[in-house]
């Protein structure tokens, strides 16, 4: 069961991640992120099986091609609406997902799909099975949590990015870019859905709703974990991944499903900063 | 402007008013029929198949006279096998073109969804849908089922499986009404004590099937039973295999077609799949196999086009019976024209209409099956096939007839 939920927990702790840096920048939950996972699954699709190129370059390609089009939805949809309500801004990147959902399916129907990758029978660990691809999907987790950890404590950017967070007005008084800062998170976190789309499509299937149906599961990791806080998201990505695989020793499976809801709902009750987020006041 | 009118524009003017009333009256003297099928989604691989029966059998019959002396006009829409399309297509087939029946929906809750809008239209319709729902909504009798119930599907495929001398089984549903009574007519066939646990659902769209493929084999059952739909079962079948499980595993064959076999690849083999199939040895699917322009290969081939070819003919045979296009007289001869003993057995719309107009009470006898309705308007029985996928291909194993 442990090594059940370490997976899950790899699978949306990055997405987690990049969650919560574009709502530390943008201010707003943006769930648009199903259908930019679903773009990245698809990406890495095409460029793995009627291209022909290996997984990893693939998934390479696949990131890189979920980085521009997140970048342009920003640009395009998000930007001009700047000046509206946290509130207008979500229900706009609902509309985005289903868009985004539905242009997938007008060109690559509602087929199931998989990449050209046969499928691996497990280790035998300590009562464990775990499958090659399985350790792979975790080892990449822990490499981006550091990388990003890296990114955002050591380096000029990271500080950049964390001020245009905190206070972008201040940020710009001492000469940051804001506009440049936002577009770089904006495709770094477009780089991480297009990851988790490839992740999620060796773990599930390939179909137009592979994105949303880990919405809730990352939107619950990123709220656990306090929203805007990256290290937070990995921390709710692991409680969320246990309490999903725990909740079946309990209750039937069919109400597995509703366990993100639950948690976000008694977070927001009882800490609605969620475990690692400060409280913000308002005046 | 002025408007001026000269002698010869009023002649010609009155003569196009006189005119379009015969228009009009010849597009009344049509029969409109409405061919509803799941030309993409989750159908996608049967709905072209249906619709090309639903025509070939229309454009026969139009060739020799039509129907109570009148021609066919058949209306063509896609449900891309989901409800709310379907919905807005049987809108306009009844507003706009005034169909007499929708024939053709597939999936149970297209049947379910445009149901409510048919019944108020007084519109007969013929599926090939699976729901024990279907003859509950069906308040006026006017709709009929090419397809067995899914509790006769679970019974037919445990039977089969039984004969394999599969001793003990875990259970797991996808959690709608098709899956759940499959598996209840499973358990009925093969017994509780031949489970090694209590039976469970799961939802589909779920982020993970981990922790329910953990439950289901946790015990080490010989054989594994899961009916689904193709997007849920691929993924749970993915997550069986990187489990290590190596017992049978049994589903329904709409789980396991192209779509299934290119996603797992190799892993695909060894997996069971049963579901209804047209009875091979009868004329009438030897005569679809020529229609079709198909060879007849000895195994299953469009086992949901039969059922199109069956609908259309039982539709417009009862049509010619009832002497009107009036739906529960309609209704009331697809009865006359398909059940019952004493009568002329036919094949083919062309004898079954001969048949008619010469006076015989007949009986007829399908692609897709002997076609016998129960008072429910559902078909009796179909045969069953279970297959295993050998080296990526469908390989018949048994087959159970009806």
Redesign the interface.
């Known amino acids: 069961m442990i090594f059940n939920a370490l997976v899950n927990a790899a699978l949306i702790a990055p997405p987690a991640m990049a969650f919560s840096l574009l709502f530390g920048i943008l201010k707003f939950p943006n769930f648009a992120i199903g259908g930019y996972i679903t773009v990245g699954a698809f990406a890495a699709y095409t460029f793995n099986v009627p291209l022909g190129l290996p997984l990893p370059l693939a998934a390479a390609a696949a990131m890189l091609v979920t980085a521009l089009v997140v970048w342009l939805m920003h640009v395009l949809v998000f930007q001009p609406m700047e000046e509206h309500s946290a509130i207008t801004l979500l229900v706009v990147s609902i509309a985005l997902t289903l868009i985004i959902e539905n242009v997938i399916r007008l060109f690559f129907s509602a087929d199931v799909r998989g990449f050209e990758i046969p499928l691996e029978r497990p280790w035998k660990l300590l009562g464990a099975r775990i499958t090659p691809e399985q350790v792979q999907i975790i080892i990449w987790s822990l490499v981006i949590g550091v990388a990003l950890h890296c990114l955002l404590a050591y380096t000029w950017i990271g500080r950049a990015m964390r001020a245009v967070a905190d206070n972008p007005m201040l940020a710009a008084i001492r000469g940051v870019n804001a506009t440049r800062i936002t577009a770089f998170t904006t495709a770094i976190c477009g780089a991480l859905f297009g990851l988790t789309g490839v992740f999620a499509g060796l773990d599930l299937v390939i179909e137009p709703l592979v994105g949303w149906n880990l919405t809730i599961p990352i939107f619950a990791a990123a709220i656990l974990g306090g929203i805007g806080s990256p290290y937070g998201a990995i921390v709710g990505a692991l409680l969320v991944g246990l309490a999903e695989e725990a909740t079946i020793l309990f209750l039937p499976s069919t109400y597995k499903i509703g366990v993100g809801f639950v948690i976000i709902a008694v977070l927001l009750l009882l800490r609605p900063q969620g475990l690692f987020g400060t409280a913000e006041i308002r005046k | 402007m002025k408007f001026s009118m000269t002698r010869r524009s009023l002649l010609a003017g009155s003569a196009a008013a006189l005119m379009t009333p015969a228009i009009l009256r010849a597009q009344e003297a049509d029969i409109a029929i409405g061919s509803l099928t799941p030309n ?3 159908g ?1 691989p049967f709905g072209p198949n249906i619709t090309a029966s639903h025509k070939r059998v229309a454009d026969a019959v139009n060739a020799a006279g039509g129907v109570l002396g009148r021609q066919i006009r058949l209306y063509q829409e896609n449900s891309e096998t989901n409800p709310e399309t379907a919905v807005r297509a049987a809108d306009k087939l009844i507003s706009v073109n005034k169909v007499s029946a929708i024939i053709g929906t597939f999936s149970s809750s297209v049947t379910l969804g445009i149901m409510p809008k048919c019944q108020s239209a007084n519109i007969i319709q013929m599926c090939t849908s699976s729901s024990a729902d279907i003859p509950i909504a069906d308040e006026k009798g006017l709709v009929f089922n090419f397809q067995p119930l899914s509790p006769i599907w679970g019974r037919a495929i445990a039977d089969l499986v039984l004969s394999r001398g599969l001793e003990n089984y875990a259970l797991m549903a996808l ?1 709608n009404d098709f899956t759940r009574s499959m598996m209840d007519g499973f358990i009925e066939r093969v017994g509780t004590e031949a489970l090694v646990q209590d039976p ?4 589909a ?8 493929v ?2 289901l084999i946790e015990k080490s059952p010989e054989a594994v039973f899961i009916p689904s739909y ?2 849920d079962f ?2 749970v079948y ?1 997550e069986l ?4 499980y190596e017992g049978a595993v049994i589903t329904i064959s709409l789980s396991t077609g192209d ?2 076999k ?6 695909a083999d060894g997996v069971i799949h049963g579901f209804p199939v047209p009875a091979l040895s009868s004329p009438a699917y030897k005569e679809y196999l020529t229609e079709a322009g198909l060879e007849d290969t000895g195994s299953v081939q469009h086992p949901f086009g039969t059922a199109g070819r069956d609908q259309m003919s039982v539709l417009l045979l009862a049509m010619e019976k009832a002497g009107t296009t009036d739906s529960a007289a309609v209704a009331q001869a697809i009865w006359d024209v398909t059940t019952g003993e004493g009568k002329k057995t036919v094949y083919n719309v062309a004898d079954g209409l001969a048949a008619i107009r010469a006076g015989e009470e007949i009986n007829y006898s399908g692609a897709s099956g002997s076609i016998e309705f129960d008072a429910e308007g559902g078909v009796l029985g179909r045969d069953f096939q279970l297959s295993e996928i050998q080296d990526g291909k469908d390989v018949v194993i048994q087959r159970l007839e009806y």
Do not use: M
Not at chain 2, 205 to 212: M, V
Not at chain 2, 262 to 267: D, E, F, I, K, R
């Open positions: 993409t989604g989750g996608g959690n469970f659902y799961y939802n769209g779920q982020s993970s099937y981990r922790s329910e953990t439950q193709v997007t691929t993924a993915k295999y990187r489990q290590g779509q299934f290119s996603t797992v690849g190799a892993a």
